[in-house]
């Protein structure tokens, strides 16, 4: 839900080095923690999701159901898609056809 910023390669070369100073055990304790700190952002995650539901009216909670639905119809479409473009590609003799991908558009209802 946050736009965070990645580590760059030399952060990433750093961490890598700290993890080959450790013991063992203390391997397991920084593994233990990296585990620890994902299950607190999804504990997070889900409690704004809660938040932002529990503000909704009964109908609203209705509606965003359906918005739900619509997307995940939406992408099923867009996966359906790309496995026939790229079938249409292997399938062609020797030529590299892409085909454009259609646009979904997405009309709130109400």
Same mark, same amino acid.
């Given at each position: 839900?946050?736009?965070?910023?990645?580590?760059?390669?030399?952060?990433?070369?750093?961490? $890598? &080095? *700290?993890? !080959? #100073?450790? =013991?063992?055990?203390? /391997? +397991?304790?920084?593994?233990? %923690?990296?585990?620890? @700190?994902?299950?607190?952002?999804?504990?997070?995650?889900?409690?704004?999701? $809660? &938040? *932002?539901? !529990? #503000?909704? =009216?009964?109908?609203? /909670? +209705?509606?965003?159901?359906? %918005?739900?639905?619509? @997307?995940?119809?939406?992408?099923?479409?867009?996966?359906?898609?790309?496995?026939?473009?790229?079938?249409?590609?292997?399938?062609?003799?020797?030529?590299?056809?892409?085909?454009?991908?259609?646009?979904?558009?997405?009309?709130?209802?109400?």
């Amino acid at each position: 839900m946050t736009n965070e910023e990645l580590l760059s390669p030399e952060h990433w070369r750093v961490f $890598r &080095l *700290f993890l !080959g #100073s450790l =013991s063992d055990e203390e /391997l +397991d304790y920084v593994e233990d %923690q990296l585990k620890k @700190e994902q299950l607190a952002r999804q504990e997070r995650e889900t409690i704004i999701v $809660r &938040l *932002f539901y !529990g #503000s909704m =009216s009964a109908q609203d /909670l +209705d509606t965003a159901g359906q %918005q739900i639905c619509r @997307e995940r119809q939406g992408r099923a479409e867009d996966q359906r898609i790309l496995r026939e473009s790229a079938s249409a590609r292997t399938t062609t003799s020797g030529r590299n056809t892409v085909r454009k991908k259609r646009r979904r558009v997405v009309r709130p209802r109400g």
